[in-house]
Each structure stands twice: as C-alpha cells, then as structure tokens.
C-alpha cells in the first residue's frame, strides 16, 4: 500500500464517504487522512497560528482598554493573535509640523518627542501589555496621510499647513515611526509594512487623479528609506483591493499586477492583497472570491514571479473576508455575521493549503470599531468582533462578543504538524494535523447544498478512545456552533451548506507520524496564452524528481467568457488527463466572466523530469494565465530513479 493511494495506512482512524444531498444519482466522493503520515511543504509543516488565527486589530486598540476579560479569553482561552494596525502611523502625521530646512519633510524632533511619548503611553498600559506575546500586527499607512496630494497637514500648534513632499519622505517618516515608537519597551516592532492600504481605490475615491505607475514608483522609492533605516522589517505591497486581473480579457493585470512586479517587485517581500467575497451586490448578485478564483488570482501572480524571479514572492494577505453591500445601512444582524463567517473559514483553508507562501492572513475582523460609527444614519461599523449588548435594537448596553467569535472558537485547540489528507470533491476542502495524542480533520464546504457524511466502521490500526465533533453552520436565522462527542454506532454526519465540520480525535498514546511527504509546486516555463479554437497551446514544465510513489495535480488558470467551454482536452506528456466534472466553489455567473483553476489529477505513471502539457479549446476566446504541477512524493531516498 503505497503513502499516497486514496485509501487509509493500516494505522490509521477512519475513510469517510460523503454523498452529495443534491444530487440523487451522485457518484460518491471520498475524503482521506492518514494520521501517520507529515506533509511537508518547503520542509514546513506545523501549524503557524500566529499566521493564520488573529484578528484585524492590535491589543493597544482603544476597542480593548476596558475588555481586558475579553482579551483575556481570546488570547489564553482561543490562543488568537492581533494582526494589523494601520491607525497610529497615520495619525501621528497628522500631529507633525514641517521640517523648515527640508521643505516636505517631518520635523525630526517634534516626531522624536512624539514617539517618545507613544512608548511610554505603551508601557503605562501594563493591562494590555499582559498581551503582548499574541500581538503580531502588520503596520499599514492610509493613503489619505502619506500620499501628497490626498491631505493637507494641519498641525494642532497651529503652525504653517503642509504636505508630505516626496515618496522618500514618506518613507523616511515610516522609517523613523518605525525605530522611534515601536520598540521592545513599547508595542512591539513589526515584522511586515505595507507602505499604503488599498492605494489605487483610496487615492481615486478621494478625488485625487494618480496613475498606477506613479503609485509604484512612489512604493519603489519610499522603500529605499525603508531599507536604509530597517532592514530587519519585511516591507510590501501595492495591498491592493479587489484585484480582478482577469477583466477586459486580462488588460487590469497588464495595467496593475504585471506593472506593479515589473516596477518594484525586484526590492520588495512580499506580495499584498485584499479578498473578499460579494455575496450579495447590485441587489442579489453574487461574486465570489472562495474557490477556484482566489486559487487562479493567487496562481497567476505567483506564476509571473517565479518566471521573473527565479522564484515566486511570498503573498500577505492583510484583509480577507465577505463585503456587504446589499446589508448596508442595516443594523447588526446575525445573518451578517454569517456572511464573514462562511466566507473567513473558506479562504483561510484555502490559505492553509500554501502555507509555505503565505507569511501571514488577517481576516477582516475588526475589534468594536468605533471609528467606523455611521453618525448620520446613527449605525455601528459592519465589520465587528464586538457589539453593544442591545443591539440591533439600539446602540447601548454592555460590550459583548459579535457571532464572529465562533469562527475563533471553532479552531479553538488547533494545532500540531499538517498530515496527508484529500477529497475527491472539490467543494470539499480538508485539512488535517496531529499534534501528540489528539488528531484534528477539518472539512469545510463550499457548496450551498448540505453534504452527508457516511462513516464505514473503523478500520483496524489504532483507534481513538473519543471524537468530538464541531459544527459551524446557519440555521434559521442564526449562526450555529455545536459540539458532541461522536457515537460509535452513528452511521453518518452532516456538513451544511457552505459550513465547517471538525473531528477532535484522541488516542490513548501519541501518534507517531512515521512517514512523511512532500509537496512541490513547478511552474510552466512559459505563462499566458490565447485561447484559440483547436489549437495546442504547449507547456514545458522541467526539473521535477522522479519517484516511483506519489501524486500530481496539473493546475491551468483560465479566464474565459461565459458560455465558453471551461474543459479542454489536456494531453500530458503524450498521454490524455480525465478533468473532473466541475471546479472548486460557487458559481461565477454573475463576474464579468469565469476566472478560475482547473485542479487535474495526474497519475504518477505520466510524470517526467521534463513534461510537456497539450492544451486545446473547441471554441475561440479567452486566455489560459499560468500552469503549474504540483508534486506530492514520500521524502525519502530509497526509489528514487
């Protein structure tokens, strides 16, 4: 029995076969998890919950100075980190004077005494300092305060208005806020800087014409302060909101992303994005990120800079999450509260499955988010982990946890090293890790129809002594989080639709993971191409190990317009690939057009170190954005040829 077969080790707990509801006549799907065995990827395997479990806050927040039994239960009880602050670098600027010998710059010793003070006011906070080990922000400017032209300084001293002058004092500024107020006796130093927050969409909403290429430069310059001053801070960019690069047949890519690596992407670590869903816009429309359009957004970009660069830069993703247009103007409701939900556990597995190119993920969950308070509709911000306890009655009451905290409390005990685990289904994410004695599966749906889980008796090997069971999921009007112990003459489970479902299982002695696997992405030699009907469009993907075990998936990034056919005939290395029936997430009717990633298993038997891919459309349009094998093979020496 090979490690990689779609069937269980002799050692481990359970084979689980789902039956998709909506359909009577389904095939059935299966999903596999094999405790014993690590997966690696770019030798990382553990899971990094300061990466991947925070919140969009930081516990110096003015949200938290009275809610220390809350940070107390996020950060003891849920082990949640705080993952971005894009508020004091902002503001400070706003308090600054001008520099009278250095026209557009700040006055180094009123900022000094500014920061000074910011790092007593720091370490004054002992309550909040108490957090300090789960706070871990990502530092972000706000286009209004840095970009020149976006605001006028008017500082409370009443000295002479100015403006920023330059990208370098900008960065300059940045630099200097960096070593003067963030220290080891205050707030924490930061790790990452994303020198402006969603620039093309604020600098435009703000009524101020700017190019995208003077958006880069400036990046591309400011950072040379950066560098200069801190370079033990990782900086990026452009964190850009809603990156659509496959409109108007792929020409947003060419004007945004493309320039922006093309620009900067030789000094910078790290690409910066936002993504989110739309789950209802227009009224009743629907756009979603989740699923294989996020993957193809994700592929592509990583693609040109792999070509580029040798090597693909790693992704930050610093606001990820679900828009709320149709819910606008509304008040708190706990429906809106599931839009998030459903939208945050999705992307973050999805996060979870490129862990090695992720340095960290915050999901758009701010605190109580007071800033954010509609004055003339009288309503509270949308987006909250903290509400009043009245509400949506009223805006009054004590401050309480809004349903956001269950997504915290559904990966609550989390941890340890990431084992092998697949579905046959591509609604069906699935992560697993073992960690000791206790073992944890995480399915989550992306379907909107409920899926069944159909639990064989268990197999011989060891077996748990118990399995609890948690459930996130919308149920009439509220969202659901349920825990229980599993019986062991239940028969089956169910997922709901576009839910999560978690298996705790303990074992009476720890699990030894006796095998282990890695996982390698490689890219095409070559990227985009036009879809032309009939013609083989040629991929070269070379320098992949050979090994007499193990797995591929061949990936092909499309964007084609709708009525198009999204299945064309892949041909790999001479010998032709089944595509499965349908592709990863909901429906993208309602997108301009289809954007996403076609996901092809590829028996092992097929594999070179040098493949060649054959692909051929029957019908003319679109264009076909990155290619890429990803490589699955037992880490060890012994059958390698």
């Known amino acids: 029995m090979t490690l990689l077969r779609d069937s269980f080790t002799a050692a481990v707990y359970v084979l689980v076969t789902l039956l998709l509801c909506k359909t009577v006549d389904a095939q059935n799907a299966t999903i596999t998890v094999d405790f014993k065995t690590t997966l690696e990827t770019n030798g990382l395997s553990k899971l990094d919950r300061r990466k991947f479990i925070n919140v969009h806050s930081s516990v110096f927040d003015a949200d938290w100075k009275n809610e220390l039994e809350k940070l107390k239960y996020l950060t003891d009880d849920l082990d949640v980190y705080f993952g971005r602050d894009t508020g004091e670098v902002s503001w400070l600027l706003s308090q600054m004077r001008e520099d009278t010998k250095r026209p557009g710059f700040v006055e180094f010793n009123l900022l000094q005494d500014y920061c000074q003070k910011l790092q007593l006011q720091h370490v004054g906070r002992q309550g909040l300092r108490n957090f300090i080990d789960h706070e871990d922000p990502v530092v972000a400017a706000q286009p209004v305060a840095i970009w020149p032209e976006c605001t006028t300084i008017k500082p409370p001293d009443q000295s002479r208005p100015w403006k920023i002058g330059s990208p370098e004092a900008a960065g300059e500024y940045i630099a200097y806020w960096l070593n003067m107020a963030r220290s080891i006796e205050g707030a924490p130093r930061p790790r990452f800087v994303e020198l402006l927050n969603e620039p093309l969409y604020e600098i435009e909403r703000g009524g101020i014409k700017a190019t995208a290429q003077e958006v880069f430069e400036f ?6 302060q950066l560098r200069a001053y801190c370079p033990d801070v990782k900086w990026g960019g452009y964190t850009c909101a809603f990156p659509d690069i496959e409109t108007e047949d792929f020409k947003n890519w060419e004007q945004t992303w493309k320039q922006f690596i093309d620009i900067v992407g030789e000094d910078i670590d790290f690409y910066s994005l936002h993504l989110y869903d739309f789950p209802g816009v227009n009224f009743g429309q629907q756009m979603f990120r989740k699923g294989c359009q996020l993957e193809a957004t994700l592929d592509t970009i990583e693609h040109y800079s792999a070509l580029k660069f040798g090597k693909p830069k790693p992704f930050l993703i610093s606001e990820y999450g679900s828009q709320l247009h149709d819910w606008y103007e509304q008040p708190w409701s706990s429906q809106r509260d599931w839009l998030c939900i459903k939208a945050i556990n999705s992307m973050m597995m999805q996060f979870m499955s490129r862990h090695d190119q992720i340095v960290k993920a915050v999901p758009f969950v701010p605190g109580l988010a007071e800033w954010g308070f509609d004055q003339k509709l009288k309503l509270p ?261």
């Open 219 to 224: 990046h591309r310059r400011a950072a040379t």
């Open 381 to 641: 911000y949308h987006w909250r982990l903290l509400k009043r306890a009245n509400e949506p009655a009223n805006y009054s009451g004590d401050v309480v946890f809004t349903d956001q905290i269950k997504i915290y409390e559904f990966w609550q005990h989390v941890k340890g090293s990431r084992v092998v685990t697949s579905s046959t289904d591509g609604q069906l994410l699935t992560e697993a890790f073992v960690d000791g004695h206790q073992a944890f599966l995480i399915i989550n749906n992306l379907s909107t129809e409920p899926v069944t889980l159909d639990v064989p008796a268990l197999r011989r090997g060891i077996k748990p002594t118990k399995v609890f069971v948690k459930h996130l999921y919308f149920h009439e009007g509220k969202v659901q989080l349920d825990g229980r112990y599993f019986e062991a003459g239940s028969k089956s489970l169910v997922v709901g639709p576009e839910a999560s479902l978690q298996l705790i299982c303990d074992f009476e002695k720890p699990l030894v993971r006796s095998n282990r696997v890695q996982e390698k992405k490689h890219f095409a030699t070559t990227q985009f191409a036009e879809i032309v009907k009939g013609v083989r469009t040629k991929y070269a993907i070379k320098g992949v190990k050979m090994h007499k075990e193990g797995a591929g998936t061949l990936r092909i990034a499309i964007g084609r317009d709708h009525g198009l056919v999204l299945q064309p005939h892949v041909i790999f290395n001479g010998n032709a690939l089944a595509l499965p029936d349908t592709y990863r997430g909901p429906a993208q009717k309602d997108r301009p057009l289809f954007f996403g990633v076609l996901e092809i298993p590829v028996p092992n038997r097929f594999i070179k170190k040098s493949n060649i891919i054959e692909v051929q459309f029957p019908d003319n349009g679109g264009k076909i954005s990155a290619v890429s094998l990803v490589r699955r093979t037992p880490a060890t020496t012994a059958g390698q040829e």
